[in-house]
């Protein structure tokens, strides 16, 4: 049995990525994004683990993303019990601008 264990109602798979400048209306090329399993719950049980407590997630996912997101707490080492859902996991974005630091995020609405 763990010593904790978290329940996330609305679970994302986070992707962050960094560009020189966020300026309106062109394009930004961006750095290969990276990804993680994000979402309350999940974050809390993440650094659980990284503190040597031993730690489960519980949390909606379904399609690809949420496959995408049990391998990446896979690869930290978190237990985890999923509750199935019909839709994908949603994902969120996140683009930092490297000339000013400034981070921007974009979080879509649950779908769960």
Request: negative net charge.
């Amino acid at each position: 049995m763990p010593d904790i264990v978290t329940l996330t109602m609305n679970p994302a798979l986070d992707v962050t990525t960094f560009t020189d400048h966020v300026v309106h209306t062109r394009k930004l090329r961006c750095d290969e994004p990276f990804y993680d399993a994000g979402g309350g719950g999940v974050n809390v049980a993440k650094v659980a683990r990284v503190l040597g407590v031993s730690a489960a997630a519980v949390y909606p996912a379904g399609g690809a993303r949420g496959e995408q997101m049990s391998g990446l707490l896979d690869d930290d080492d978190v237990e985890e019990h999923i509750v199935p859902i019909a839709d994908d996991t949603r994902e969120c974005f996140t683009a930092i601008d490297r000339t000013s630091g400034l981070e921007y995020r974009f979080v879509t609405p649950a779908r769960n």
